[in-house]
């Protein structure tokens, strides 16, 4: 189990719990924090997030790449940026700070 520390758009905080070996996205999208548009597909970027610590935000998947480069001409894309449907939780990720991006 991972406790993300999530902060919305409108600045508030929250703390959501994610299953270890679940996908991160599910979890906020449970929460009603993103959309998720696409279920998972990394095609439409309403799931992005920033990491504040850009080490723990892990490596893009090819496709999550294309989209943070489409992203990137109207959000800010940042070290920390992450499509969270591409994010598998471990316990590794207990504690990790996120905000949820703006969409594009
Ligand atoms: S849910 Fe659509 S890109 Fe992640």
């Known amino acids: ?13 929250k703390s959501i719990d994610a299953k270890d070996g679940t996908i ?23 799931c992005h997030v920033y990491f ?3 080490s723990l935000a892990g490596e893009h998947t090819e496709d999550e790449g294309y989209m943070l480069e489409s992203l990137a001409d109207f959000v800010e894309v940042k070290d920390g940026s992450r499509l969270c449907c591409q994010v598998k939780v471990t ?7 996120l905000d949820i991006a703006p969409e594009a």
Not at 1 to 13: C, S
Not at 27 to 36: H, N, S
Not at 91 to 97: F, H, K, S
């Open 1 to 13: 189990m991972a406790q993300l520390k999530v902060k919305t758009l409108g600045g508030d905080k």
């Open 24 to 46: 991160m996205m599910e979890a906020l999208r449970d929460a009603g924090l993103i959309d998720a548009t696409c279920g998972g597909a990394a095609s439409c970027g309403t």
């Open 52 to 54: 504040a610590d850009s």
């Open 91 to 97: 316990e590794d990720l207990d504690g990790a700070e």
